[in-house]
């Protein structure tokens, strides 16, 4: 094997099951890689909504205070190589298929997955560059997903909602408890929204974990809606109605610029950020600038994500990852805030293991017409099954597509001047739609 896609290939069907929990075959694997623990602090981030976000912030904010961080996401949404970045920038093939020469070389007889694969790689590839600083996101769950093969100095679970429950269990107290599987003994946490639940809490005092919970620990505000200043006044006098505070346990910031992030839980997630780097700071000390710099300059695709086109017509294309109730609720409230002037059409695609009616009923009267279409994995069901599951729970499908670009081309087909369209759900969605107006533009 000489390419990555090769390589990718073969790794999808090296081991016997796509999802295969646990770390005893990390651990073998990294014992024969000699890899030793990072000398550099690292950071884990977990939970169910706002990894990806709470993710992009922290490197952000550390690289423009000047420290190289290597960053691991997954899945991603164009190139494989976005999951592995190096102080800014995607690793190269080249880096990647030495990575996984070396990993193949120590595996022994373990079959790894695919994710695996794409955990030691990055271990691998940072541990090389002799980064400042690692920022891991979880894969699934916590307690026995690959990443936590590596102790994190600080971790954050971001939130607590219903989904992968076939893995991970049927309720918030289950999956708060897997998730809070990246707690360390002595080593801070940190949970990132307000609705706690109390497995939480418990893992952490059964470690001797430092907890600290937004609300509690660290909080943030910014001016109500009805003191805020109007545009006009905004241009002519100041943007003070973006400006927030932070109050962490030992500093505070004050007239902090808005997360260049959409959407008003980007605040919940920023804060998680400053109270992780409060706790870092006598390894990792980042000046306000830094913090400003950061906030203004981040950036991450899909993560309702707006796109201008005007051809054929005006039209307003929104790509957001929302794909389990509790982040399509996020994306109908933000929808809701930015009212269109013409009509809302969707263009979604949702995997078989996800609620689909959850998703549908979260999103009830959102939308002015639907488009569902059919998505390339193993794990999604038939595309009719899937159009009658969305319109029992509410939806009204105008169209159904067997790919996300048929879709997409069904949405701009119909739309008028004014119109926006969202195309949302599963990676697998998203993904494929940036791509469609990327050509196109």
């Known amino acids: 094997m000489k390419s990555l896609s090769e390589w990718l290939r073969w790794q999808e069907k090296l081991h016997p099951s796509a999802i295969d929990l646990g770390l005893d075959r990390m651990r073998r694997t990294l014992a024969r890689l000699a ?10 981030v977990g939970g169910t909504n706002g990894k990806g976000s709470t993710v992009a912030l922290t490197s952000r904010i550390l690289a423009e205070a000047g420290y190289r961080v290597g960053t691991f996401t997954s899945p991603h949404l164009l190139r494989y190589n976005e999951r592995i970045v190096l102080d800014g920038r995607e690793v190269s093939d080249e880096s990647l298929v030495a990575a996984f020469e070396r990993i193949d070389a120590a595996r022994g007889e373990d079959t790894l997955t695919f994710f695996e694969f794409n955990t030691l790689a990055a271990l691998l590839i940072f541990d090389t560059a002799g980064v400042d600083a690692m920022v891991l996101e979880v894969g ?7 990443v936590n093969a590596v102790d994190a100095d600080v971790a954050i679970v971001t939130s607590i909602s219903l989904d992968h429950m076939d893995w991970l269990g049927p309720d918030v107290e289950s999956i708060g408890r897997e998730k809070a599987g990246i707690f360390r003994a002595g080593r801070p946490a940190i949970f990132g929204s307000r609705d706690m639940p109390n497995s939480i809490a418990e893992v952490a005092q059964q470690l001797g974990t430092p907890l600290y919970r937004l609300g509690r620990d660290f909080t943030w505000s910014c001016a109500p809606a009805e003191d805020r200043t109007t545009r006009a006044q905004r241009a002519v006098e100041s943007e ?7 109050r962490g346990r030992s500093s505070s910031y004050e007239d902090l610029p808005r997360p260049a992030l959409v959407g008003e839980l980007q605040f919940d997630n920023a804060s998680a950020v400053l109270c992780a780097l409060e706790c870092l700071s006598a390894r990792l000390p980042v000046s306000r600038d830094a913090i400003e710099r950061g906030l203004k300059t981040v950036t991450l695709p899909g993560r309702f994500q707006i796109i201008t086109r005007n051809e054929p017509v005006a039209t307003e294309w929104i790509l957001d990852v929302a794909h389990n ?3 399509a609720q996020a994306l109908g409230a933000q929808l809701a805030n930015c009212p269109a002037g013409g009509r809302t059409l969707a263009v979604c695609g949702i995997l078989g293991d996800k609620d689909i009616e959850g998703v549908a009923a979260s999103l009830r009267g959102a939308f002015d017409a639907w488009i569902v279409v059919g998505l390339d994995s193993p794990r999604a069901v038939p595309l009719n099954d899937l159009s009658q599951r969305l319109a029992k ?25 004014g119109d926006r369209i969202v195309a949302f759900g599963s990676f697998l969605t998203v993904g494929p739609a940036l791509e469609w107006l990327q050509t196109r533009r």
Do not use: H, Y
Not at 35 to 44: E, G, L, N
Not at 140 to 146: E, F, T, V
Not at 240 to 246: G, I, K, L, V
């Open 35 to 44: 890899w030793q623990t990072p000398k550099c602090p690292v950071i884990t």
């Open 140 to 146: 699934l769950g916590g307690r026995l997903d690959s």
């Open 240 to 246: 003070r109605d973006d400006r927030w505070s932070w």
């Open 325 to 327: 109730p509790a982040a």
């Open 393 to 417: 729970a509410g939806a009204n499908i105008v169209a159904n597509a067997d790919s996300v670009a048929s879709g997409c081309e069904i949405a701009q087909t119909m739309a008028r001047a």
